[in-house]
């Protein structure tokens, strides 16, 4: 019987149940964050900028409200992944290896924000995002944040092209966007709403025409397909995601004269994909490339990805030739503007060029214990946002990392879940017990004779 609860235990997919204490949790965290991206979207309207200042009363509210409890965090893996990124960003500046200047502040405080949101919440043992009853609210306001970036674009103020919103470039559009599937109740939910928003999400991607977000939300999809919340055919997954890619990306390029592949958020992806396929061996030969002819017959936007591999290129050549102690602890939070002029576009290079080694493999440890942490069929949303970070700075969009935050610290297996599966056990091991009971008393008082081999059948519930 112990061994069947302890499967039970591990099966995947239970339901959350909705307590009343559900919404007190979260209501001080999910109003602030909420005033925090209204406070976005009224300052973009009024043309200044009020995001830097709606993240410090985040954070300064949350903080003063939940503050102590940081002492009551539990020591296990999480926590002492969350410690090595807190304290491996000092390691360079106070060995005097690190290159900072006025704008690395900006990305140290947008790192630390993150980790400090999790470090907060943590100890609140907090019930799934999508139980509180402000998950409504949240959504709106999100889905009201994108809808007037879309009409400021559509008027005229924006980027004719490609949709960015109130959001400093389309990529952080795609990345609030990705956010709205942080609110489903992925156990709960009717289908027809789950896969609406998955239309509704991919077509603001699409909007955006954010090559690396398409293809995160399609990676991931084709993860929570395959995988069905069990994380042992992840090697499946990435083989078939991988073919996937392949499939279209030759689709892409077979197709590049149709009309429809010419215009539009279509046509970008593909000039995208055929400018780096064209150039890729410049790329990999450690050659100069040619922006300006290789761009030449397509707008500006579509070297994006062939200057990413070659800025990859670049900022990794600088990071392996820095020495064996900026390999082990990096540049400095903060340095990849001030050396190569740009920021990587991508979190792990990022990570590994101003953290190094040491500070790359801390920040993989919290995610990946966040990750496993996880319910099964929550995960490819992590997946989702994993594979964005290959080709975006993620990090740099506080608004959309703090609720990554809120989502990955929450949709774990729920205590009061596992309690209410542990009773359940209990109540139909005790009717097992009774009936069997029930069945030995009727052959003691002369009934029809019960036999050994039907009283242990009757006793693990199975009646012949």
């Not at 339901?15 to 973009?44: C, K």
């Not at 539990?74 to 090595?84: A, E, H, N, P």
């Not at 729920?414 to 091991?429: D, N, S, T």
Request: with cysteine; glycine share 10%; hydrophobic share 50%.
């Amino acid at each position: 019987m112990l061994g069947h609860l302890r499967e039970s235990m591990k099966a995947t997919g239970l339901p959350a149940i909705s307590l009343p204490y559900a919404s007190s949790r979260w209501a001080l965290l999910l109003f602030a964050y909420i005033g925090y991206a209204v406070m976005t979207l009224v300052g973009n309207l009024a043309g200044m900028s009020l995001q830097a200042a709606g993240a410090a009363l985040f954070i300064l509210l949350i903080a003063g409200r939940y503050g102590r409890l940081m002492l009551s965090l539990r020591k296990d893996l999480l926590t002492l992944g969350l410690v090595f990124s807190f304290l491996l960003p000092l390691a360079a500046p106070l060995l005097g290896v690190a290159t900072m200047n006025d704008d690395s502040t900006g990305y140290l405080i947008k790192y630390y924000a993150v980790y400090f949101v999790i470090l907060l919440c943590l100890p609140l043992r907090l019930p799934p995002l999508s139980e509180s009853r402000l998950r409504v609210p949240l959504f709106a306001v999100i889905l009201l944040l994108l809808v007037t970036g879309m009409l400021l674009s559509h008027a005229g103020l924006g980027e004719s092209e490609r949709v960015k919103g109130v959001f400093t470039n389309p990529n952080n559009f795609a990345l609030m966007a990705m956010g709205l599937l942080l609110l489903l109740r992925e156990e709960r939910d009717p289908w027809p709403l789950r896969w609406g928003l998955y239309g509704l999400v991919g077509g603001l991607i699409l909007l955006s025409g954010t090559a690396g977000a398409m293809i995160a939300f399609a990676a991931a999809l084709c993860y929570r397909v395959i995988a069905a919340g069990r994380g042992r055919v992840l090697l499946t997954v990435l083989i078939v995601a991988v073919c996937l890619s392949a499939s279209v990306v030759t689709a892409m390029l077979l197709l590049r004269d149709k009309p429809f592949m010419q215009t539009g958020p279509l046509g970008q992806l593909t000039a995208k994909v055929e400018i780096a396929r064209d150039n890729l061996d410049l790329v990999l030969s450690d050659k100069t490339v040619n922006f300006y002819a290789a761009s030449r017959g397509y707008n500006a936007e579509a070297s994006s990805a062939l200057w990413r591999l070659v800025h990859w290129r670049d900022t990794f050549e600088t990071f392996t030739g820095g020495g064996w102690l900026r390999v082990l602890i990096g540049n400095g939070l903060g340095s990849s503007k001030p050396i190569m002029g740009m920021l990587p576009h991508n979190d792990y290079l990022r990570f590994l060029f101003e953290l190094g080694l040491l500070g790359l493999l801390a920040n993989a440890l919290v995610w990946g214990t966040l990750f496993r942490q996880l319910t099964p069929s929550s995960r490819w949303l992590m997946v989702m946002m994993a594979v964005y970070g290959i080709s975006e700075n993620n990090f740099d969009n506080f608004l959309a990392m703090a609720l990554l935050a809120f989502f990955s610290i929450s949709a774990r297996h729920p205590i009061h879940v596992l309690g209410r599966r542990m009773l359940a056990e209990y109540r139909q091991f005790a009717a097992r017990c009774e009936e069997r009971n029930r069945l030995s008393g009727m052959a003691a008082d002369g009934h029809a004779p019960v036999s050994p081999s039907r009283q242990a059948n009757a006793g693990l519930g199975i009646i012949n």
